[in-house]
């Protein structure tokens, strides 16, 4: 597997990217396994999710290791063109700040993404073959390598810390947001992009399919 052998300081330098869906009731669908200290997870203790109902917001986001990045709400489908205006703002933003806050220059940031069909048009291609920072070589259909899903779980248990459900989409939204730039520390997107060098073990031990992550 490409970067097995990366350090923890060649991790600070990724812009992680990704999407996710919060839903307006029960808004983390996770489910627990009961093991023993120093256990693996096993393939009888991973189950798959399922959709929820009462309505739901998609959106899009990083983390860096200087902390959360600009966050937006995808209306409808994101294809190629809203996915390049995405990059053109939000993720540009993310990096003139994480670049700032880890004294990096422009062209040792490396941005990750995945090989979503949107994210691989030529219109896209293009479009990031112009800028100087880098493209990270991501396998595909690997949610379990990126650190983002750990914070993407942080804040749907952090959303459901609330008492009552939100009144509708606008107020779903505004919680999201107020957890996500406020409550999302920086040191806890440090603790799991530092966990990188064991995810990738994980990975490689378990052939892709699971990680205690």
């Known amino acids: 597997m490409a970067h097995k052998d990366w350090t923890i300081d060649d991790w600070k330098r990724v812009i992680w990217s990704d999407e996710t869906k919060i839903s307006r009731f029960n808004s983390d669908g996770r489910t627990w396994a009961w093991i023993r200290s120093g256990e693996s997870l096993k393939s009888h203790h991973v189950k798959m999710t399922v959709k929820h109902g009462g309505g739901s917001i998609m959106l899009w986001s990083t983390i860096t290791y200087a902390g959360v990045g600009w966050m937006c709400k995808i209306n409808g489908n994101m294809d190629q063109k809203l996915y390049k205006e995405v990059l053109e703002d939000e993720l540009e933003r993310t990096i003139e700040f994480s670049i ?39 396998p595909a259909q690997s949610p379990v390598l990126n650190p983002i899903e750990s914070m993407w779980s942080l804040l749907k248990r ?24 406020n409550l999302m520390k920086p040191e806890e997107c440090q603790k799991v992009i530092e966990s990188m060098p064991k995810r990738i073990k994980q990975c490689i031990k378990n052939k892709g399919r699971w990680t205690d992550y």
């Open 100 to 138: 700032d806050k880890l004294e990096l220059e422009r062209h040792q940031a490396i941005f990750q993404h995945d090989n979503d069909p949107k994210h691989t048009s030529k219109l896209v291609e293009e479009y990031l073959k112009e800028q100087s920072y880098s493209i990270l070589e991501w």
């Open 158 to 181: 952090r959303l459901n810390d609330h008492e009552t459900a939100p009144k509708g989409m606008n107020e779903l939204y505004e919680r999201v947001t107020k957890v996500w730039y």
